[in-house]
């Protein structure tokens, strides 16, 4: 396992306030609707979620980041894990013309107004029971979905993830902390998170589940 920083930059570059999002709106209440998955949490109020999740082009240099990695070519079969809408692996075909994809969300709503291009390649289901067979996928990538499960539910995720990758070409990205500021940050920001830790406890974590690929982790400066 290694772990590879793809992804803090683009998330910093949005702005949050911190402090507002626990006193302007009741938390408790907030979480209980976003855990709900459904338009508030994609395309309601920013207390709700997303705040309106549209594509805009900024996972395209993610998608040709990992490409370039992981040397994807056309014809290898990638899935996403959390996909959301598949704005990210509509990056994929576009970075790799001829890759298939393959992508599985919890969101029935995030499935029904995903990217046309990709929507027929996408599917609900869980994490923690992925529908495909062994060795079924060349990458397998996971980005800010598994912190969305408790810790049990997270070994039964990164086990899924490692049955259905041919080999060690996978990545998973979580969210994470490394002092008592980014903490506090993550705490107050989040609403659907259910397993807080520390860079080096999720790689212990993923070892005990046998993991074999990459991670990387988003902090909230």
């Not at 507002?20 to 009741?26: C, K, P």
């Not at 993610?62 to 070519?73: F, N, V």
Request: charged share 25%; with cysteine; aromatic share 14%.
């Amino acid at each position: 396992m290694t772990q590879i920083d793809f992804i803090q930059s683009l998330h910093a570059s949005t702005k949050r306030n911190y402090v507002e999002r626990v006193t302007a709106h009741d938390k408790a209440d907030c979480a209980a609707i976003a855990k709900q998955w459904g338009r508030d949490y994609w395309d309601g109020e920013r207390h709700l979620g997303y705040g309106g999740y549209r594509y805009d082009g900024r996972w395209r240099q993610l998608a040709e980041r990992m490409a370039a990695h992981y040397g994807l070519k056309p014809g290898m079969r990638i899935l996403d894990v959390g996909c959301g809408k598949g704005f990210l692996l509509y990056e994929f075909t576009q970075a790799v013309p001829g890759i298939e994809v393959a992508g599985l969300d919890i969101s029935a709503y995030g499935i029904e107004n995903a990217k046309e291009e990709v929507k027929p390649f996408l599917r609900t289901g869980d994490a923690r029971r992925l529908p495909y067979g062994d060795n079924e996928f060349d990458f397998v990538v996971s980005l800010g979905t598994l912190h969305n499960l408790p810790v049990e539910g997270v070994m039964e995720a990164v086990r899924e993830i490692e049955r259905v990758g041919k080999g060690p070409a996978k990545y998973i990205m979580v969210e994470s902390y490394r002092n008592e500021r980014e903490k506090a940050n993550l705490l107050y920001w989040q609403l659907t998170c259910e397993s807080f830790h520390r860079p080096e406890s999720w790689a212990w974590l993923y070892a005990q589940a046998g993991y074999t690929g990459d991670y990387g982790f988003i902090y909230f400066e």
